[in-house]
């Protein structure tokens, strides 16, 4: 038995898991860290390399001769580590004259109260990290006007946390969506996390067709603009409030996505900028947040092929995929108190991907 003979590890990580038997050995690798198919949903359109480097040390430098070798036959190989985490096979790591302990996992620490009293606008809040965000600012005890266009998503997190959730079924792309806003809001609000947006295929500018950049523009500029435009009266009357617009790697860069999201994400960047300034000395701060690798299970479109070739050979630099917890720690924090004095920041969150 023999696989599909184009299978090579520039092929995407689908793929290899369509693949019967590098599927399984896959499968056997997740299983013995406690992980399923599910936790690879972001990557899946990622070159198997590539998710070997980005993986922090999960997906071994090994495993891709493993699984040529298992694609190829159609067997997996004897004696191959992935019944268990004791039988791992461990990446090389380089010798810097110093020992080199393993990381130790993240855990969320909740500041209880830190959002008592407050009202915070979160948009995408039904999935990914609107959602973590949402969570976060509740159980730190804050009222969330939860804000995205999946009636279903925002009925399961108003379930899962309680009255303190006000859902609000939105396009943000419409302008009587804010309106919607502020209505569910029914007075103050403290503070406004703009995280809802969509990528792009990764088109180089010839490639870009109208229909994907006014889509990509509409919904990572226009949404959080007019959300902006419509909150800030109020905080400016109450003497104080925060936003944090949720940005990209690619706002910092212009390597990491295609022209029409990295345009849209230097474009709030902007935004960010020049609202900082405008209302400094107000009590009202704007910073953004510049997320690197985030494992949300964003929808992907099929990459465009100019494009894609150019940026897959710059996406090796990322150090790891976070997990959209993570991205709420630094968001929350900025939508908090304690980020007095911060204003017209933007805040690097991508595990030192900015610094490659």
């Given at each position: ?50 998710l070997v480097k980005m993986s922090g040390g999960k997906f071994p430098p090994e495993l891709v001769d493993v699984l040529v070798t298992a694609a190829e036959t159609g067997q997996v190989p004897e004696g191959l580590p992935t ?274």
């Amino acid at each position: 038995m023999t696989t599909t003979p184009n299978l090579t590890p520039a092929s995407p990580l689908r793929d290899w898991l369509a693949e019967p038997t590098a599927g399984q050995v896959l499968r056997g690798l997740l299983a013995s860290q406690g992980q399923s198919e599910e936790a690879l949903a972001p990557a899946l359109g990622l070159p198997l390399e590539q998710l070997v480097k980005m993986s922090g040390g999960k997906f071994p430098p090994e495993l891709v001769d493993v699984l040529v070798t298992a694609a190829e036959t159609g067997q997996v190989p004897e004696g191959l580590p992935t019944a268990s985490p004791t039988g791992a096979a461990t990446a090389v790591e380089p010798d810097l004259g110093v020992e080199i302990g393993t990381p130790e996992p993240w855990t969320e620490q909740v500041t209880p109260g830190r959002f008592d009293g407050q009202s915070v606008v979160v948009t995408g809040a039904a999935s990914g990290i609107g959602k973590a965000v949402a969570s976060r600012v509740v159980r730190e005890g804050g009222r969330v006007v939860a804000v995205d266009i999946s009636a279903d998503g925002l009925a399961a997190l108003a379930a899962g946390l309680g009255d303190a959730v006000v859902p609000v079924t939105a396009d943000i792309t419409a302008p009587a969506s804010a309106d919607a806003v502020l209505a569910a809001a029914g007075g103050r609000v403290d503070a406004l996390a703009n995280v809802a947006g969509v990528m792009d295929n990764d088109a180089a500018v010839h490639e870009v067709d109208d229909a994907t950049w006014a889509r990509v523009m509409r919904i990572n500029v226009d949404g959080p603009m007019r959300l902006m435009r419509a909150l800030v009266p109020g905080m400016l009357a109450a003497g104080g409030g925060r936003i944090v617009n949720v940005v990209s790697e690619a706002a910092l860069r212009g390597s990491a996505a295609g022209a029409a999201y990295t345009t849209s994400k230097h474009a709030l960047v902007g935004l960010t900028m020049s609202s900082a300034f405008q209302y400094a000395g107000t009590g009202v701060q704007i910073n953004a947040v510049a997320p690197g690798a985030v494992a949300t299970g964003i929808p992907m479109p099929a990459a465009a092929p100019y494009g894609s070739a150019r940026t897959a050979k710059m996406r090796v630099a990322i150090p790891r995929l976070a997990v959209a917890e993570e991205l709420a720690a630094s968001i929350t924090f900025l939508l908090s108190e304690d980020a007095v004095n911060i204003n017209g920041a933007i805040l690097p969150s991508d595990g030192g991907w900015s610094a490659a």
